[in-house]
């Protein structure tokens, strides 16, 4: 883009000299002379700022792309399909994009999320720019010499691109898929894109501690993040107003929540019942008398006590998941708290970030091990900790306790729960899976 624009510059100074030329022959001498004077000006300029055009280019570049070093000036790019699903499903399959232009030494060309849930409608499904959720800056700045994504305005040449179908089907090994990859690492054109499925569906590569690096870098953009401050001001404010809590200190001592990620919608428990007998183990569906039954003996767990119930919008119709919780614990879903107008104004996505905040952001988090929203949420706690120097940190004598209610813990609570980094594939912690770890 910038060398065509400095040639179409260089040929419009070529026709002002033709121009200059051939007026100049009239006029008297000394205008002549001022007029030779600008000629001589504009050859130069025509001869060398081309140069040193590029060469602001290049400096521009190395400055974004802290890797180019002086050898290859040059960009090289990843594009990927159309991020989908549900929220943590297209954090993973951006992560794994990510992680696939990072072995690619490529940047990854900013994608498109989904802002809506549809499975089936491609055409439903809602293209939602990276940024209009995540930092986009503030991502380049956090994983500087991990990963960088580009804009697409940044590409130089069009139609310098290749574009690479993913194998599919059982044939399709991973050791295949990454021999593609690795094959990919010589190629030269300035922009490799990928065809057919959505990076979730992509073999995974990439040890858990590389998801959580590129998770490090995402962070909600301030609209959407001050949505979130609304909520958990509001789960708060419940606390004191009805005077459960007596209300000091608000700004040092804010009232503590504990959030409930309640996955028994219709929906869900058609998928873990398959998944159960697919798997032959037990302990994936929980009913809601498990839950509050494993809540409210949580060991150590304070009362009285805030709970905030994150659910799917169907589940508020009737209020009746309100009743039945345990002695001292006080719940409370969007509708009690007078928040649905703040999630109306947004879309599937927004809305799913907005309630993975205030989860992520809650004194306990319990959720299902099975779920991926649950498991990013425990992820993010748990490199919380460690980021304070916690090494394992299991039950409630940690910052960020976390627990999974649909595996049995001590004196029948919920299982303590903290994400284990040193596993070698992101499989292993986050979906289907019952590693709490602790
Ligand atoms: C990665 O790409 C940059 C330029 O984009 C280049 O300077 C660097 O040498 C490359 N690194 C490897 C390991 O190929
Ligand atoms: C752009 O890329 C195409 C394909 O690789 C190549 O043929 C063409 O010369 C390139 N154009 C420029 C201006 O580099
Ligand atoms: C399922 O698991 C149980 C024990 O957990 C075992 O006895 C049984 O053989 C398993 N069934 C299959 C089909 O693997």
Known sequence: MFESATIVKSQMDLQKLKHLRFFGLRFNSLLSKGLLLILTALIIRTLFFPESFTFGVR???????????????????????????GLNNQKIAFARACLTARLLNRTLLMPSL??????????????????KVFQFHKFNSLCKGFVQLGQYSDRQNHSDIVIIQKGSGRRWTSDRDLDQLNNLKHDESETIRISGKN????????????????????????????????????????GSKSNIIP??????????????????????????????????????????EEITNRVAKIPGLKTPSILYLAVADALLEDGSILNGWGPGLHPVEKKKLGVTEIYKNHPYLI?????????????????????TFSSLVVLERSQKMVRMGVKKGCGMDTKWPSYAYNLKGEFEGPRPWMT???????QAISYGSNNVSC
């Open 59 to 85: 400096k521009l570049h190395e400055f974004d792309m802290s890797e180019s070093k002086s050898g290859n000036p040059r960009m090289k790019f990843l594009e990927v399909p159309q991020i989908v699903w």
């Open 114 to 131: 989904s802002a809506s849930l549809f499975y089936k409608e491609i055409d439903q499904l809602q293209p939602i720019s990276f940024d």
């Open 199 to 238: 990076p979730f569906l992509w073999h995974d590569h990439w040890p858990v501690k590389d998801y959580a690096k590129v998770f490090e870098c995402l962070v909600l953009v301030d609209e959407i993040s001050k949505e979130a401050d609304k909520v958990v001001a509001k789960i708060r404010e419940f």
């Open 247 to 288: 209300y000091n200190d608000p700004i040092n001592n804010p009232i503590p929540y504990v959030a409930v990620h309640m996955r028994i919608e219709k929906d869900w428990m058609i998928h873990c019942k398959k998944l159960e007998h697919k798997l032959n183990v037990s302990e994936i569906c929980s009913s809601k």
């Open 351 to 371: 809305k799913s970030a907005i309630d993975y905040e205030v989860c992520l952001r809650a004194d306990v988090f319990v959720g299902n091990s099975y779920s």
């Open 420 to 426: 284990e980094f040193s596993d070698s594939s992101l």
